[in-house]
Every structure is written in C-alpha cells, then in structure tokens.
C-alpha cells in the first residue's frame, strides 16, 4: 500500500480538507491540523497527488517579516512516503513564505470655510488598528500615531498586517483644537479598509 504523512513546520496549519488522486485508502480532514496522513492507499500507473490548502495564522503574522518569514516543508522517503513497491530516497523539500500586507494611514486636517488655518506640523494622532483576517482570525491590536509631516497631513506605515479581510482605523485623543476652533467630529474618525494581497498597496485615510 501507499502511505504519506506530511507534518508542516510550525506555526503552519493545513486550512482545509485534503484532496487525493491516488487509489482508495484513508485520508482524515486535515483542517486546523499540522499533520497530514494518508494510509494504505494504491499508487496508480503515473503516480497521483495531495492537494490541501496551507495557511500561517494570523496570530503569528509578526514573523511574516523576511528573514523570518519562510519555512521548509521536507517528505522523507521511508520514513513519511512508503509504499509496498518501494520508494524513491530523493526527499522532498518545499519552501513555503509568509508575504504579510502592510498599511499606509494618513491623516489629513480640513479646514473649515471661514475658519483661520493653523500649522499643525508635528502633532500627534494616536490611532488604533484592529485587523480580522478572511478566516475570521483576530490580529492583537496595534497602537500607533500619526504625525503630521506638514501643515495638514501625516503618513504612517504599518505592519505587519493581513493580507485579506480586514482593519479598522479609530482615531484616539485628539490634540485639543486651536483657540476659537471646535472639531467639526463629536467623535474621533473610524474607518476601514479592505485588505488586498501583497504587493498591493493598501491605504486608508481619516
């Protein structure tokens, strides 16, 4: 018979049931596992394959940042891949990368028509970023600010984030307005953006 085990490096996790095209024999679902199993099956004239879907949790995207981002996947003859015809000594090796999505926030201040525009170079916009991946994971939530570069507006990139799903964006304490000014928001600005894949370029502004 045929049989194949795969045991992924951690923190991978397979993400879904396991395919087969190889004869019979039993292949467990494999979801939210890290081992892979299949047992006294029948290798067909040509070979067959496994296919299963892969994920890095998103509790762990903070090493999805290079050089910490890869993992090696190894099968090894005899050991994980036997069959009762015998089997090939060549291992085999894949390298799997974690690619994690980054965010740009900007803040940009408008002022009102009538109003006195003021230089706000160099203030401080703390901000929180709660991001929930497509599989419904939770990412700790990330504190940061928003500096203003300019009179107006501040950019920050953060990471690393999700790559698919989503983050939200709320504004925290505001800088008190100037004298005579009020800000137009009773309450600070939220907003959120939906993630696209690497090397996509995701922004969200408040």
Not at 5 to 18: C, E, M, W
Not at 39 to 47: D, E, R, S
Not at 67 to 91: A, E, K
């Amino acid at each position: 018979g045929l049989n194949v085990t795969d045991n992924l490096p951690s923190p991978l996790v397979f993400h879904g049931p396991a395919s087969s095209t190889c004869t019979g024999g039993s292949l467990p679902n494999t979801t939210g596992r890290s081992t892979l199993s299949l047992t006294n099956a029948t290798l067909p004239i040509g070979g067959c394959t496994i296919t299963v879907p892969v994920r890095w949790p998103a509790a762990n995207v903070a090493d999805c940042v290079a050089p910490n981002n890869t993992r090696t996947n190894t099968i090894t003859p005899g050991t994980d891949f036997t069959t009762s015809l015998g089997q090939d000594t060549v291992r085999a090796v894949d390298t799997l990368t974690c690619e994690a999505g980054m965010l740009a926030i900007e803040k940009t201040l408008v002022w009102q028509p009538g109003s006195q525009a003021t230089d706000w170079t160099g203030k401080v916009f703390p901000v929180d970023v709660a991001c929930t991946s497509a599989a419904g994971d939770a990412l700790p939530r990330i504190s940061t600010d928003v500096v203003l570069t300019t009179a107006t507006t501040g950019t920050i990139n953060i990471g690393p984030v999700v790559t698919s799903g989503s983050c939200t964006v709320t504004e925290q304490t505001r800088p008190a307005a100037p004298t005579n000014h009020q800000w137009a928001e009773a309450t600070p600005p939220s907003a959120i953006v939906t993630m696209q894949p690497t090397p996509a370029a995701n922004e969200i502004g408040l």
